[in-house]
């Protein structure tokens, strides 16, 4: 922790505090039928708090001497891009392809290729990952998914 954290810390709450105002202006609404600003007011407020713990803790801790390290300390930056481009392509594809195929493939590449898990656990977290996610937005929360190649699947 150190001068990167303050910086950091100050603009990421900076940036909360900009949001919640925002998210203000466009309608709280209520618990039981929320308006437009619901949403980002509560994740900016989490945010807000994260900041504050991080400038805490920058400013709290004692600085030690030691040598700096790499940005990503010295983790594997192939392993960073290969997340990255993912997210980017499923992303992209997520309109055409849906978000059935695409989320389960996104999780069978990052657990099964990225992190090298076993094939049954990468199965079967991907699939419990992708129904736990498509019962979460599709059917509690009632949002429109893109259904893409595979629509005819849905229920």
């Known amino acids: 922790m150190g001068r990167a954290d303050r910086i950091s810390g100050v603009f990421w709450l900076c940036f909360a505090i900009l949001a919640v105002i925002e998210s203000r202006r466009l309608g709280m609404g209520t618990l039981h039928q929320p308006g437009p600003g619901f949403l980002f007011?509560?994740?900016?407020?989490?945010?807000?708090?994260?900041?504050?713990?991080?400038?805490?803790?920058?400013?709290?801790e004692k600085k030690t001497a030691g040598p700096r390290h790499a940005i990503f300390g010295g983790q594997n930056i192939s392993k960073i891009i290969f997340v990255m481009l993912s997210l980017f392509m499923y992303i992209l594809l997520m309109e055409t392809v849906g978000f059935i195929p695409v989320t389960?493939?996104?999780?069978?590449?990052?657990?099964?290729?990225?992190?090298?898990?076993k094939w049954f656990f990468t199965a079967f977290m991907s699939i419990a990952v992708t129904v736990v996610a498509y019962l979460i937005f599709e059917v509690w929360l009632q949002s429109q998914l893109p259904k893409g190649l595979l629509g005819f699947l849905r229920f």
Do not use: D, P, Y
């Not at 007011?41 to 709290?60: D, K, P, Q, S």
């Open 41 to 60: 007011f509560w994740v900016n407020i989490a945010l807000g708090i994260m900041a504050l713990v991080v400038l805490i803790r920058a400013w709290t």
């Open 104 to 117: 389960l493939l996104l999780f069978i590449f990052l657990l099964g290729i990225i992190e090298k898990k």
